[in-house]
Each structure stands twice: as C-alpha cells, then as structure tokens.
C-alpha cells in the first residue's frame, strides 16, 4: 500500500523536465529581481513556502556585503542575517536545519540551510522549508539532490547579479584587468588604443562603483566578486 501511495505522489524534484527547465530559467537571470523571481517561481511550482538564496558578496578578505533572493516571509529574513549561516557555509557542505546553527530560535524548525559553493568568489546559502505534501524522509534526500545538482547555473546567476550591483563596463573590466597586471596608465592606453585620460576615467569610475579609495581596492574587490 505504501508503494502505491509513493508511485502515485508528484515529485518535481524528481522530474528530469523540472530540473532542465530550472537550469533555462537561471541560465537567463542578470538581475537581482529576476533571480528572485526564478526562485519564487519555483517554489510557487515545487510547493516551498520559504525558498531564500543568500549570496554572500566579499569585499574584501574579511568582510561580505549580503545580498538575499526568493521568496521568504519578514521574519524569515530577520534570521537569515546570521554570521552562523555563513560560518556554517563557508566551512561545510551538508544540509542542516537552521534551528542547529540557531540554537535558541526553535520556531524556525521546520527551515533547512543548505552551503552552496563550487564557483570561484562565492560562498552561498539556500534556505528552505520541506513543502508539506512531500513524504518527509524522501524529500530531504531529493532537495539535497536536485540543488546539488543546480548549485553551478543559480551561483553563476548569482555572480552576473554582482555585476549589474558593481554595473562595471566591459571597457572598465579591460582597464582594471591590466592594472592588475601592474601597467601604469600610459601602458594601459597603448595596449587598449585609447588615451591615457580616458583609461584614468574608467579606472575612477571603478574606483567609485566599488566604493574604494583607489585603484588597487577596486582591483582586489573586483578579483574577489570574480568580475575580473
């Protein structure tokens, strides 16, 4: 009886259409709202109530600038701002329950954090809730699978977001790629033929979107966002 009941049950992680469709779907994001609304879109199809990414930017070697995408409620969010979920992620693999790095936050024991890493720069978190019509045991195994397996296409989308926060020009992008090959300006000019003003143009324009104080704390934040 039991069998019966689990051939009958709609599992869309266990859907090879499902998974190629996510795949598409975050293969297309560039923006921080259409990461979210990929996310929200499969939840709403997959049965999540909470489906959160956590993207945790460097800038620099010490310190991370947040960035969350999905679909979550207000006090979710209020829990996913937690120097233990990054701990957490930047060290471990497995899937946990948030309430294990939250010790004292029973209410959030039905939420799962699950560390996703594999892309040169980025360390990130998904959180989630098992959808209530899965069959319990199942279904941890299956999730784990079926983002095991997306992981690379959501935190590539994850590092293009990062470009349209930094929005650096592919032109500025050239110019910050040799100086960090150490040629001065006048070089970097004759390399790119353009003039010299305008390679200081692009570099203090980089120097301003990355809030840096000079051109080699452009280069290092760039290097760690992976935009060079």
């Given at each position: 009886m039991q069998k019966q009941i689990e051939s009958e049950f709609y599992d869309p992680f266990n859907s090879r259409s499902v998974l190629n469709d996510s795949m598409t779907k975050f293969e297309?994001?560039?923006?921080?709202?259409?990461?979210?609304?990929?996310?929200?879109?499969?939840?709403?199809?997959?049965g999540y109530e909470c489906?959160?990414?956590?993207?945790?930017?460097?800038?620099?070697?010490?310190?991370?600038?947040?960035?969350?995408?999905?679909?979550?409620?207000?006090?979710?969010?209020?829990?996913?701002?937690?120097?233990?979920?990054?701990?957490?992620c930047k060290n471990a693999f497995r899937l946990t329950s948030l309430e294990s790095l939250l010790i004292e936050r029973t209410d959030i024991a039905h939420l799962y954090v699950l560390p996703l890493r594999g892309?040169?720069?980025?360390?990130?978190?998904?959180?989630?809730n098992i959808p209530k019509d899965f069959i319990e045991l199942k279904s941890i195994d299956l999730i784990d699978w079926f983002w095991t397996?997306?992981?690379p296409y959501l935190l590539n989308a994850a590092m293009r977001c990062r470009d349209s926060h930094l929005n650096i020009t592919n032109r500025e992008k050239d110019c910050l790629l040799w100086a960090s090959e150490g040629k001065t300006s006048w070089e970097i000019s004759q390399i790119l033929g353009i003039s010299?003003?305008?390679v200081n143009f692009h570099?203090?324009?980089?120097?301003?979107?990355?809030g840096s104080s000079n051109r080699q704390q452009a280069i290092v934040k760039c290097i760690l966002n992976d935009v060079i």
């Open positions: 297309n994001v560039e923006q921080g709202k259409q990461l979210t609304t990929t996310l929200s879109d499969i939840a709403l199809s997959s489906l959160a990414f956590i993207d945790y930017a460097p800038l620099s070697t010490k310190t991370y600038q947040r960035h969350l995408y999905g679909k979550y409620c207000t006090e979710v969010e209020g829990y996913l701002d937690s120097e233990e979920i990054y701990k957490y892309v040169s720069g980025i360390v990130g978190a998904l959180v989630f397996i997306l992981s010299e003003r305008t570099l203090a324009n980089c120097i301003n979107k990355t």
